[in-house]
């Protein structure tokens, strides 16, 4: 019997109709039996009378399945075996209690996310760097675009298109309209449009591509954060009609979804698409809850205003800062607000380039890492050095060229070695955040005393710390150079103790109970 | 007759009676007419039988006086010639239309701060060193207290006491045993008391050296922002009752008040002091104004909970940041809502002490600066550098250390450039301030366009900025290095511009139509 490991991907591919438009007027689709449950799936059309019925097994043992549709002449059947996950196979990220992240297997999982939103549209040895970047790169989850990308330093023609060239057929002609009277999103140029595709006709060269590369990050161990719409378009993405975009997101989920490492994001500046309501994002997100059995971590991204994450079928707070100068710092006031974990896809990139969105220093990124990560959410990087080439990492990929990197890796390094699965801002004083280890308590008589927490002083540069320990207790002291990357055993303390500091920016103190 | 200037200071001693407790127990007062007015000014007790009465003349032209009272046997005329001011004499500074400030004279007045808390408490050569300092520095304004300070890096006693010695006269029973029970402030160590003096008797020779330290700053272009109450303290001013209180408050204004650059702040941190009410405060501002013919500038400093800035006696908003990461930046925001200058007394230190409000760089300090000018506001400058022997300038003076004040100097000199009274932000894109002068217009077609501005790129470092322009006007455009302290004449543009810019960090950028 063929074997699956649990979370990994079943396929099976069976031949049927070419007639008419075979991507919407047949289906398929598998009834899959195991582990006490009975889950349809829908299946997609691969191109040349090829149709693919994909499925994510999430229990071990024998998996029974029916392949049938429209699309074939008579039903399919078989079975296959899903066996033990090996290697870095942990099942889907997940939110847990208390608005953390941990994998299906109950690892913990704290997001360190980084954007190449047109990768996959790149040339082919772009991609190969690209990957090799991110083999050596401390990066678990990558943000990338299935639709290509028109906006600054990214005015050529994608590598492919994701739909077949025709006449327009799905645009609606109101938001065409639209269109041409008004500019695409704030500021934005209106550049030439192009509406020559049959809107109903996946490219499947297209969609073949991006399963490679979600297979690859997978194996990496990268979460591949899928972004299903955004504004920076000009071949008519944004003017589709409503069973358009509808089918083309069934396509998706039928496609990747059975990818453990998929994460849905449906819009990149979801509020910059001036023909979409609030009504369409509704609608999207009620039609990927509905046809994604394995409930993927589904959210959107906001340009000026953060989507309502009250939601049921959003599972998390993809958050983009909109407050220019205090954001992260907001991580655990939002994470209360909605008990849903915290992901900040973005806030300002490492680079040089004239947007405020993408200047900053390599040092200011990773304090706000920092502060993301101590209360309790997760963080996303990117680069926008300027280039001569107009090769910028946070659209095309390639290399690195920041400071930043390595740092977050460190800090990725520092999270993974707390207790427990997560981190929550606890009592400090007013110029430091406490992060705690979810298995730490504070004493009732010292609030301000931790089992096991981390001080962390961003931009401050004291020459010394007091430390208020109990008297009773011993507790082991480590000063944290964030930016040089080292961590300082300074020995075991009770009661007062006065820490010297190196006077620098960045530091933190980690004080566990001995 | 004799010539004093306008807004100089007018004073007469007299001869009176010395029974009892010549502070309260007599009165000594001045009728002062001239400038088609008539004005009540108090006298105070000097000591050694002397009673004087001063006055600062509001107008040019003869003044005739008189002065009377229960401490002298037969009230004293006479008259003095108000003439015109010479030199730096600008009169005293007032809030303007706008929430600005400006000299009586007119003249603009941009408020750059510093603080010397117990400067006039420390040995008589490092007061020296002080004023030398301040000679060479780019400040117009110190606070500073009138009563000593016990705190950390404090615990020498003072020079002299405003009190003289005795057995508690003037003490509230009720408030030495609250201050007996809680801390001072929040995380004060609790000092042993001294309540060892006459609440009701002011010791002169104190008071005295205030008066010449007030005169050096006033002659040397300086505001004295006098802190008439504060915290810190071990020897009974804060468990004084309320006849001492007023009696102290009506004192310093009798003393003080003829001083052109006399402000007076109520408190540093009024709401640390636990033994004193809301209606105390409030008593204590309606005092000042009732007794203050010149209604000096006068405001109370916060710790954690800003004063109501509404009320009518308050003249101009004395800032601490209240959030930790987000301060300077709301300057425009309160400008607006109180139409009251808003003058930023502490926005962290620059320094490397333990504590959070004092050990931020230079860069981060001078940013606040920029922000704080560009946005409306007014910013103050302190520095909190370990020092061997605990001489520390935000407490104590002596040298400057830090890396900011040269800074502070240079944008001071970009804001005297600048036409108009004041500085209001302009609109702009998301990730600059603009600060325009008053007599800026925008353009009604283009609402980004200033006739003169500046556009501050604080943390962000763009290799270049885009400048749309319009293409029917000149606009002279300069990069401004705010922390090399360099102004690069870069010519004469129209239309769309795109300005290279170093890559550095703190980078303006001024503009203005030729």
Avoid at 150 to 155: A, G, W
Avoid at 240 to 260: I, Q, S
Wanted: net charge negative; glycine share 10%; aromatic share 14%.
């Amino acid at each position: 019997m063929r074997k699956v490991e649990k979370w990994g991907m079943f396929e099976i591919a069976v031949r049927g109709s070419q007639d008419g438009n075979p991507f919407v007027d047949c289906e398929v689709s598998g009834v899959f039996e195991g582990g006490g449950n009975s889950v349809r799936v829908m299946g997609f059309y691969d191109g040349g009378g090829v149709y693919r019925v994909r499925f994510m097994p999430m229990f071990e043992g024998v998996c029974r399945y029916r392949i049938e549709g429209s699309a074939i002449d008579a039903p399919v059947s078989g079975e296959f075996e899903a066996v033990a996950p090996t290697g870095g196979n942990h099942g889907p990220v997940r939110a847990i209690e208390g608005g953390a992240l941990a994998y299906a297997d109950g690892t913990p999982h704290y997001s360190f996310g980084t954007t190449c939103y047109a990768w996959v549209h790149q040339a082919p040895a772009l991609q190969e760097q690209t990957l090799k970047t991110l083999s050596e790169a401390p990066f678990n989850k990558l943000r990338f675009c299935v639709f290509p990308k028109f906006y600054d330093f990214n005015r050529r023609e994608p590598l492919s298109y994701p739909f077949e060239r025709g006449s327009g057929e799905g645009l609606d002609a109101a938001l065409v309209a639209q269109t041409a009277a008004e500019p695409a999103w704030p500021g934005a140029t209106k550049p030439e449009r192009d509406y020559g595709f049959d809107y109903f006709r996946p490219n499947v060269a297209h969609f073949q591509r991006f399963d490679a590369r979600i297979a690859q990050l997978r194996d990496m161990g990268i979460e591949a954060d899928l972004i299903l719409m955004h504004p920076y378009d000009r071949w008519g993405m944004n003017e589709m009609g409503k069973a358009a975009c509808d089918a083309y997101l069934r396509y998706a989920v039928a496609r990747f979804g059975a990818y453990r490492n998929v994460w849905w994001s449906l819009s990149n500046e979801y509020d910059f698409i001036p023909t979409k309501t609030d009504a369409d994002w509704e609608r999207y997100g009620a039609l990927m809850a509905d046809n994604d059995p394995y409930r993927h971590m589904c959210s959107v991204h906001n340009g000026l205003v953060p989507y309502d994450f009250s939601k049921p079928w959003v599972t998390h707070q993809s958050r983009q800062r909109v407050d220019f100068y205090r954001h992260v710092e907001y991580t655990d006031e939002y994470l209360a607000r909605f008990n849903k974990p915290v992901v900040w896809d973005e806030i300002c990139y490492e680079g040089n380039i004239g947007y405020g969105w993408g200047n900053i220093t390599g040092q200011e990124l990773v304090r706000r890492f920092w502060e993301a990560f101590l209360r309790g959410g997760h963080a996303g990087h990117g680069e926008t050095f300027m280039d001569p080439q107009d090769i910028l990492w946070w659209s095309h990929g390639g290399v690195l060229k920041g400071e930043s990197a390595p740092r977050i890796a460190f800090l990725r390094r520092i999270m993974e070695q707390t207790p427990g699965r997560f981190m929550r801002v606890g009592k400090g004083i007013f110029d430091e955040v406490v992060g705690c280890a979810e298995t730490s308590r504070a004493r009732a008589d010292m609030p301000l005393v931790h089992d096991y927490c981390i001080h962390y002083l961003g931009i401050a540069r004291p020459l010394y710390r007091d430390l208020v320990l109990p008297e009773d207790e011993d507790f082991a002291v480590e000063v944290i150079d964030t930016w040089n990357m080292t961590v300082e055993d300074r020995g075991v303390h009770r009661g007062h103790t006065r820490l010297a500091l190196p006077g620098n920016q960045y530091m933190a103190i980690r004080v566990r109970k001995v």
